[in-house]
């Protein structure tokens, strides 16, 4: 399973940007997608993640409200809707899939996820 991220850039707090992340390969050994970021000198960590081409999605507290997980109907593409963005929000943000229970994929661990893609960069100042 290979998967590329697009959409990063910079924009002032406030602002909105779109990520989306391209899921290809054996597609069929995935059932579940999540974005996580990781800033400079801090752990990698959860953003938000989406079960069954959206049967069920979760997000981290610190992004509730303000990010939306979603999946195109042939369950190939994840976006990432990120509006009113922080300077905190500045970070790599990478895209990841696995074939995990709901339960799993609840946790929002990183470690659960099998197939990680390049990410990309957002910055917001």
């Known amino acids: 399973v290979q998967l590329v991220e697009s959409g990063g850039g910079s924009v002032q707090a406030g602002g909105s940007l779109r990520l989306s992340c391209t899921r290809s390969?054996?597609?069929?050994?995935?059932?579940?997608m999540a974005w996580f970021r990781q800033a400079p000198g801090k752990e990698r960590e959860a953003v938000a993640a989406?079960?069954?081409?959206?049967?069920?999605?979760y997000y981290a507290d610190s992004v509730k409200g303000r990010f939306t997980i979603s999946q195109d109907n042939p369950g190939n593409t994840v976006y990432l809707e990120m509006n009113n963005l922080k300077p905190e929000d500045t970070a790599m943000y990478y895209c990841?899939?696995?074939?995990?229970?709901?339960?799993?994929?609840?946790?929002?661990?990183?470690?659960?996820?099998?197939?990680w893609g390049q990410g990309t960069q957002v910055t917001v100042s």
């Open positions: 390969g054996y597609t069929e050994s995935t059932n579940s």
């Open positions: 990841a899939a696995a074939f995990l229970l709901p339960s799993v994929v609840a946790r929002l661990t990183a470690s659960s996820w099998l197939y």
């Open positions: 989406i079960y069954s081409a959206g049967v069920t999605t």
